[in-house]
């Protein structure tokens, strides 16, 4: 019997113990308030974070540069340019105005081709008679004062694109120029005993009262050899 009585105290003891306990936890929980700030954490909503792209998925990769395109890739020397070549360049003569007529066979004192400062008496010029195709060898020759130009004075006339020089004399010249001081040149035209009326016309119709003239001129300058009056037909250039 006494076997049977601790036997059932010892469970009323464990029954006890097990209702303390439980009730014990059944006021911790009843008296249980919840912190304020940590309800606040748990209900903060959590921070946005920026989605970054990946740079390397969008960045192209580097060119690959082979041999071949470094060496394009580097500098040339440039050639150097060949000299320009320099074009001669022409003198000119001294440029001046003069008054100009023409003379020919039956107007020269005497009739004919003499003239006054022939080369066998005057080395500076260069025919014996009047004469002359007009280029800078073959001056046709002109007559004027001598104090003006003297013999073998080389001129260039352009409007009839043929050189003179200075191999005669001319009354009318000298007089124009000793008295009033104008230049007066009387240029010969290739002609002879024939076509009178006609070489009159043609002497009249290259006559100019003032017209610009080359004096010592370079011995290039543009010629045509046709003489000014045709002494087999009489027609006038």
Excluded at 134 to 139: A, F, I, L, T
Excluded at 160 to 184: F, L
Aim: proline fraction near 8%; charged fraction near 25%.
């Amino acid at each position: 019997m006494k076997f049977i009585k601790a036997k059932k105290s010892r469970k009323l003891l464990i029954l006890t113990l097990i209702s303390v306990v439980g009730l014990g936890s059944s006021v911790l929980l009843n008296n249980y308030t919840p912190n304020k700030s940590s309800t606040e954490v748990e209900s903060m909503p959590l921070p946005l974070t920026e989605k970054t792209e990946d740079v390397s998925l969008n960045t192209p990769p580097p060119p690959v540069t082979n041999e071949s395109e470094k060496k394009e890739a580097l500098p040339t020397t440039p050639k150097p340019s060949a000299k320009p070549t320099q074009e001669p360049t022409t003198k000119s003569g001294d440029y001046t105005n003069v008054y100009i007529t023409y003379y020919g066979w039956y107007d020269n004192s005497p009739s004919g081709k003499n003239i006054a400062y022939p080369h066998k008496k005057y080395s500076a010029s260069i025919h014996d008679k009047a004469g002359g195709t007009g280029s800078y060898k073959d001056p046709i020759t002109f007559a004027t004062d001598r104090d003006l130009y003297k013999p073998g004075t080389i001129i260039y006339v352009p409007y009839i694109k043929k050189y003179i020089i200075m191999e005669d004399m001319c009354e009318g010249c000298i007089e124009n120029w000793q008295d009033e001081k104008r230049k007066h040149i009387d240029i010969w035209i290739e002609s002879k005993d024939s076509f009178e009326d006609e070489l009159y016309q043609c002497q009249r119709k290259y006559t100019r009262s003032s017209i610009e003239v080359e004096l010592n001129p370079p011995s290039d300058r543009e010629v045509n050899k046709t003489p000014l009056f045709n002494t087999s037909t009489g027609k006038c250039l």
